[in-house]
């Protein structure tokens, strides 16, 4: 019972041998926890959160400095993707989820953990969906704030005449609507980070506002001269390039310089397909366990094509491509689960395909030759609704009753969308059973002749 015998206010400055050695301790304390008394164990509960907060206080800044004198700087450069990925798990960096090892976003991971343990201003910079806020979190984690407040806003998400009250509070009458005292963003983030993200969006106005609380450090509550002293790590994060936006007077060039301290650039999905396989697991599994069913399946066609495809919206659209396949096609995802506007044309709907197809030779250019696009929603959306019928038909076996049973859908009403699209009942029927045998989806045979005549 030695771990009950310690002080329970240890020091927080501790080594990592210090450390294995109480967790060796609490485990084999754990062994005899049958046979302790319940202040024992209330003891013992206490010293474990006791010695989680000891972890959680050591500094993410001693541990790089650490690192970084034993490190080869020459030789640094020269290291292998995987080697500088594995230097980063040695210093015990918290990835918050990013994967891969491309060479720019080892860079940005590098530049990230050493602006992590500081108080200075981070820009992160990126197509929209590379991760921005992923990168943000990956900076709180690993400095010295981490068990802190961590704060989102989406400036452009704001109405302008709310940005103030929004991000700095407001007293009550301070205007219509104020009934009482409320804190703003930059004060719930108090001692933790704020996230600012599409910081590009945010008006003249708000900039200045901003700008006082990075030179300063305290805030106003609209409504009052009272200022409040706020203690908070500020990153933000744009798709926008801010330098442009400066010379043509959008942005402050001072509140751009004043951000930049430490700037990151995520590299786009295109350019970073090391991680594509890795994040059809991350988030096949993430979509299989918020639909509570087991993780989609890909063809080898659909995985091949989602290899090679383009991401204009990056790792956001990856998402949420694996969460619709994920929805629509149950254990096994093709092509045709894909929406339509991703498919390669060659596996689209013929209706659809022929709006989306490239003008023949000697045919006129342009969209007045295609469909109108009120035309193309239409063929795809009927070309949808067929596989669709044609996929529950074969599930059933043609029994028309379990079908509509099964999507929740009148019966009659079912039978006019078969009819719609020529499709036949019978025609979806499994191969009778030898004579004696009875099968079971016989039973509704009966009541399907109305499809049949379909």
Known sequence: MKILDQPEDSSPAISYAGLIEKIEILRST???SSRLERADIEKLLRQASTLRDEVMQMSHKERFVQAAATADPEGQADLSRAARREALLARSFIFEGTFGDNPKLLEALEIAEKAAPTDLPVLIDGESGTGKELMAKVIHANGGRADKPFISVNCGAIPENLLESELFGHRKGAFTGAVGDRKGKFESAHTGTIFLDEIGE????????????????EIQRVGSDEPIAVDTRIVAAT?????????????????????????????????????????????????????????????????????TYAYPGNIRELRNVMYRISCLAGDIADIEHLPLDVRPVEHMPSAAAAAFAPPMNGEAGGVSNLLSLSDAKRAASDEAEKAFLQRGLREVGGTVAELARRVDMNRSHLQMLLKKHGLHSKDFRHPQPARGVVHKSNVNDADDGEADAL
């Open 239 to 307: 798709n926008r390039n801010l330098r442009k936006l400066s010379e043509q007077g959008i942005f402050r060039e001072d509140l751009f310089y004043r951000l930049s301290v430490i700037h990151v650039t995520l590299p786009p999905l295109r350019e970073r397909r090391d991680e594509i396989p890795l994040l059809f697991s991350y988030f096949g599994d993430e979509a299989a366990g918020m639909l509570k069913r087991r993780p989609v399946r890909l063809t080898p066609r659909l995985r091949d094509f989602l290899l």
């Open 30 to 32: 754990l062994r005899w």
């Open 202 to 217: 945010l008006p003249l106005p708000g900039q200045v506002k901003l700008l006082r609380v990075l030179e300063a450090h």
